[in-house]
């Protein structure tokens, strides 16, 4: 059968224009929500993260919204860069006391000249 | 500040052998964790350390063990390599709190023959 893990989702958009990058996560008691961008060959690096008593939050040209409602959450990202090309993963802390984070599949972010 | 420090960057291994993989960080951070990232997917927590002298599964911990030698190293081992072991392993650390950002290391990148 096919592997889902192989195709990743990918988004293309022009430098300087915004970019959206969505993303389900499964837990509703979840409390706790980060986004991290992994550029190839290297490890995740934290972008922003937002508390599930918030929808949204705002850091330095990114925006995070979170949807509770439908379980949703998305990265913006404004006037992008070439510098932003990267795969973009969303995790979320399932309540329990430790951070046991649970990562989704991820969105290749590439940015066209 | 070297943050989270992996060593070695690059594996191969045949299978049956064994190996370990390890991380230490210079943060003071009482958390650390193992994920393992497959082509195409996002991370998986393998094992995580909540404090010095404790260890407690993850989501894929059959085939490995971890060991807490103090507060700045956390080591993961395999005892006998699959070919299903082939992947990317990432440790990470944070502070305490549920909602701690975790600071991720570069990579061990391991192939299993």
């Known amino acids: 059968g096919e592997s889902v893990g192989l195709h990743l989702p990918t988004l293309s958009v022009q430098e300087g224009d915004n970019s959206i990058i969505n993303c389900a996560y499964s837990?509703?008691?979840?409390?706790?929500f980060i986004w991290y961008k992994q550029e190839s060959g290297k490890g995740p690096q934290f972008i922003i993260d937002?508390?599930?008593?918030?929808d949204k939050r705002q850091g330095q040209r990114v925006t995070v919204l979170l949807n509770k409602t439908v379980k949703h959450l998305s990265l913006q990202i404004a006037a992008t860069q070439p510098g932003d090309s990267a795969v973009y993963f969303c995790?979320?802390?399932?309540?329990?006391?430790?951070?046991?984070?649970?990562f989704g599949q991820g969105t290749r972010l590439t940015i066209n000249p | 500040n070297a943050g989270v420090t992996q060593t070695p960057k690059f594996q191969v291994l045949k299978t049956g052998q064994s190996m370990t993989l390890q991380c230490a960080q210079d943060m003071n951070h009482n958390s650390m964790y193992w994920y393992r990232q497959d082509p195409g997917m996002g991370l998986r927590l393998i094992y995580y350390?909540?404090?010095?002298?404790?260890?407690d599964k993850g989501e894929v911990p059959n085939g490995y063990n971890v060991s807490r030698l103090n507060k700045r190293e956390f080591s993961l081992r395999l005892e006998s390599a699959a070919p299903s072991q082939t992947s990317v392993y990432f440790c990470a650390s944070s502070g305490a709190s549920g909602t701690d950002t975790q600071y991720f290391g570069p990579g061990t990148r391991l192939t299993v023959l």
């Open positions: 837990n509703s008691a979840s409390d706790y």
């Open positions: 350390s909540a404090s010095e002298g404790t260890t």
């Open positions: 995790a979320e802390n399932p309540p329990g006391g430790a951070q046991k984070l649970v």
């Open positions: 937002i508390r599930s008593n918030m």
